[in-house]
């Protein structure tokens, strides 16, 4: 059951530079789109998120995409810090009156280099 | 900041033994809900509380598992018997409104002998 898609497990990035992390999902119902970060020891902390009636959200320098055509979205991060290193979930939820459990992927390991 | 609490942090239980794990939600939310983590795999949803009731629930939330609200400030995930494959990281999260941002805890980590 892999409606929600992290391919990458791990990125490195040099700070200052942009940090892409990617995330695919199968399913249609999807109405909602979020991107948690995660800390050792500490639970998803909420990042971002965005409608599906939306192509874009922008958060000082967290900007989300979505393609819905492609069943896709992305997070980028410029400039990259240290201080974003960390796992970052990408979640979903469905278009269903009353439901908001989160469908979650795997999750993609950060590193910002100094 | 408020934030969500959850102890134990690390719980360890012999199989077949009954554990109660127990969070604290952030105070004026209305909306509670139980992830789990097993290690190296995906965070997954268990189960969603709101008005003294399960709104929904996924197929792991089986006849084994309970959750309870006994008083204003506590949300429990009770797991009757354990079994080794229940050993993850469990996830309260709590949110302020149905489609609000859900706002998690650090976790507690159980361990089944």
């Known amino acids: 059951d892999q409606q929600v898609k992290q391919n990458s497990p791990s990125l490195s990035v040099q700070e200052g530079r942009i940090s892409i992390l990617n995330c695919d999902y199968t399913?249609?119902?999807?109405?909602?789109f979020l991107w948690y970060k995660k800390y050792p020891a500490e639970g998803p902390t909420f990042l971002i998120s965005?409608?599906?009636?939306?192509d874009k959200n922008e958060d000082g320098r967290f900007t989300v995409f979505l393609n819905k055509s492609a069943k896709h979205l992305s997070l980028h991060i410029v400039p990259s810090q240290p201080g974003d290193s960390a796992v970052y979930f990408c979640?979903?939820?469905?278009?269903?009156?009353?439901?908001?459990?989160?469908?979650f992927g795997t999750g993609t390991r950060l590193t910002v280099i100094p | 900041e408020p934030e969500v609490t959850q102890t134990p942090s690390h719980q360890v239980t012999q199989m077949g033994q009954e554990v109660i794990l127990r969070c604290v939600p952030i105070?004026?939310?209305?909306?509670f809900y139980w992830y789990r983590q097993i290690l190296g795999q995906k965070v997954e949803f268990l189960v969603s509380?709101?008005?003294?009731?399960?709104?929904?629930k996924s197929e792991i939330f089986d006849d084994q598992f309970s959750v309870e609200r006994p008083d204003g400030s506590n949300f429990t995930l009770k797991i009757r018997s354990t079994k080794l494959e229940d050993s993850a990281m469990y996830f309260c999260?709590?949110?302020?409104?149905?489609?609000?941002?859900?706002?998690f805890g650090p976790g507690t980590r159980l361990t089944v002998l």
């Open positions: 999260a709590s949110s302020g409104g149905l489609y609000n941002e859900q706002f």
């Open positions: 965005i409608s599906s009636i939306k």
């Open positions: 979640a979903a939820r469905l278009d269903q009156t009353g439901a908001n459990n989160l469908f």
């Open positions: 509380f709101y008005n003294n009731e399960i709104s929904e």
């Open positions: 105070s004026n939310h209305l909306y």
């Open positions: 399913n249609s119902m999807f109405d909602y």
